[in-house]
């Protein structure tokens, strides 16, 4: 059994005031039956550890380098965000491989010193529009799965996000018939790379326009265990209802 996740992506928003919806998150979920996880920047993963310490929520870093230090200006290693106290990172986000050109050889390292590090690695992947009109959108993902997952994942330090690149902060979301069928591919490739045990237990989020309005629906569709979730993780209402319809579908 796969426990759920509902994760926040704050992306570059927030300042030490926003730490106050960390607050009302927290007394909002004493007791989640899923796993529930705010990755704020990199400025706030100290100090939104410190608020969530004797809460059920889990802090993570939106990015690592590849390597543990260096000469690298701006950059924030996996280290240094274990260090701040957080416990999960994403790697591979489409912005991040849009903005900052990142290919998959470059998210697979990183996820790998994420994994060697100890932090649960949410990889991102995803199509475009583009690719999804030319009917493109299982090579692309697959591709981005086996170019982005290294071969030390586990159910325990793996987790897969599907973000359809063009439904992130759109307001456009795919069916549920279409997103039903990204999973199950997902599944089914992890089940034949690494195994039915690794396979079956590693968690596979949807992202995307995910909101209170239609949480429940898409974590009805088989394989959906959780979402990643950027605008409406800002306010912990919205949050909050998402992580309602989680639990709700368990
Ligand atoms: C994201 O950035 O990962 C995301 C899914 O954003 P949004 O929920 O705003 O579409």
Redesign the pocket.
């Known amino acids: 059994m796969r426990r759920k996740l509902a994760?926040g992506?704050w992306?570059m928003n927030g300042t030490g005031a926003s730490l106050d919806e960390l607050t009302t998150l927290a007394r909002a979920h004493p007791t989640p039956t899923s796993d529930i996880l705010i990755c704020p920047p990199a400025t706030l993963i100290h100090s939104a550890v410190k608020v969530a310490s004797d809460t059920a929520i889990h802090i993570g870093g939106q990015d690592c380098h590849a390597d543990q230090k260096g000469a690298h200006t701006g950059d924030i290693s996996a280290e240094m965000i274990k260090d701040a106290g957080a416990t999960y990172v994403?790697v591979g986000?489409?912005?991040r491989r849009q903005d900052h050109n990142e290919q998959n050889e470059n998210v697979r390292a990183k996820a790998r010193i994420a994994m060697d590090t100890g932090l649960t690695t949410i990889v991102?992947l995803g199509e475009s529009l583009t690719e999804r009109e030319a009917a493109n959108t299982l090579d692309i993902t697959g591709g981005q799965l086996s170019g982005s997952v290294p071969d030390a994942a586990t159910g325990h330090n793996l987790v897969i996000?599907y973000?359809p690149i063009w439904?992130?902060?759109?307001?456009m979301v795919p069916s549920l018939g279409q997103i039903g069928e990204v999973h199950d591919f997902i599944r089914a490739r992890l089940e034949r790379r690494f195994g039915p045990g690794v396979g079956r237990s590693v968690r596979i989020l949807y992202?995307?326009?995910?909101?209170p309005g239609n949480a429940a629906d898409i974590f009805d569709v088989p394989n959906v265990d959780g979402?990643?979730?950027?605008?409406?993780?800002l306010k912990s209402a919205d949050f909050s209802a998402i992580i309602t319809a989680l639990e709700a579908s368990i």
């Open positions: 994760a992506n992306k994403i986000h489409s912005e991102c996000a973000e439904a992130i902060g759109t307001g992202g995307g326009s995910v909101n979402a990643l979730v950027g605008g409406a993780s």
